[in-house]
């Protein structure tokens, strides 16, 4: 831990795993990219502390169903990124290497944002927790979209840079810097200590 690192409240904070799923993380899905299934072993590693500390993780799954984007305007992931996570199938399943069991909430989301016409606020705001450590895939996208959304709401978004899928490298120091610059804070998994309760 860093000198200046202040350890986490376990009674304040949760751990927001982001879209770790078969379709971004499996070398079989349709939108796999080497380094989010990288990143599941740092991720793991982040949840089961977590575990230990008695600190809430979270699971953010992108489902999309089949016909989502028919009747849209202009928002069309289909469009952007070919057909992927479609409800109901193996691509929108969580990786099977990340202790899922003992989730304490599951949110299901159809944007890049897990605050979007979701239950995750209400869910996080009923528990009174008000910090978050924001990791997953992919940095710049569902991540950044998500923590950014997280600051909005007056959360404390703290991203952490060595648990995050990305697809070229460029994009993981962009979210990172970014979100670092604009509304948030990063950290490293070395720097993450949760408080002991009393």
């Given at each position: 831990m860093a000198p200046d690192a202040t350890p986490f409240d376990p009674t304040?904070?949760?751990?927001?795993?982001?879209?770790?799923?078969?379709?971004?993380?499996?070398?079989?899905?349709?939108?796999?990219?080497?380094?989010?299934?990288?990143?599941?072993e740092p991720v793991a590693t982040l949840v089961e502390r977590a575990g230990d500390a008695g600190v809430p993780v979270v699971y953010t799954r992108d489902?999309?169903?089949?016909?989502?984007?028919?009747?849209?305007?202009?928002?069309?992931?289909?469009?952007?990124?070919?057909?992927?996570?479609?409800?109901?199938?193996?691509?929108?399943?969580?990786?099977?290497?990340?202790p899922t069991d003992d989730a304490?909430?599951?949110?299901?989301?159809h944007t890049y944002d897990a605050f979007h016409q979701t239950e995750l606020d209400g869910w996080l705001d009923a528990r009174g927790i008000d910090d978050l450590l924001v990791c997953g895939t992919l940095a710049n996208v569902c991540v950044l979209h998500t923590a950014?959304?997280?600051?909005?709401?007056d959360y404390r978004p703290v991203i952490v840079s060595d648990a995050l899928g990305y697809i070229d490298a460029e994009h993981r120091e962009y979210a990172v810097d970014h979100a670092d610059w604009l509304f948030g804070e990063t950290?490293?998994?070395?720097?993450v200590v949760f408080a002991e309760n009393e």
């Amino acid at each position: 831990m860093a000198p200046d690192a202040t350890p986490f409240d376990p009674t304040r904070t949760a751990v927001i795993v982001v879209d770790m799923q078969n379709g971004f993380c499996h070398p079989d899905g349709s939108l796999y990219a080497p380094p989010s299934e990288a990143a599941i072993e740092p991720v793991a590693t982040l949840v089961e502390r977590a575990g230990d500390a008695g600190v809430p993780v979270v699971y953010t799954r992108d489902v999309h169903p089949p016909g989502q984007f028919d009747d849209t305007h202009y928002y069309d992931e289909f469009d952007r990124w070919g057909e992927h996570v479609v409800e109901g199938s193996w691509e929108a399943e969580l990786v099977a290497d990340l202790p899922t069991d003992d989730a304490a909430h599951v949110v299901e989301k159809h944007t890049y944002d897990a605050f979007h016409q979701t239950e995750l606020d209400g869910w996080l705001d009923a528990r009174g927790i008000d910090d978050l450590l924001v990791c997953g895939t992919l940095a710049n996208v569902c991540v950044l979209h998500t923590a950014s959304s997280a600051g909005l709401r007056d959360y404390r978004p703290v991203i952490v840079s060595d648990a995050l899928g990305y697809i070229d490298a460029e994009h993981r120091e962009y979210a990172v810097d970014h979100a670092d610059w604009l509304f948030g804070e990063t950290t490293t998994l070395a720097d993450v200590v949760f408080a002991e309760n009393e």
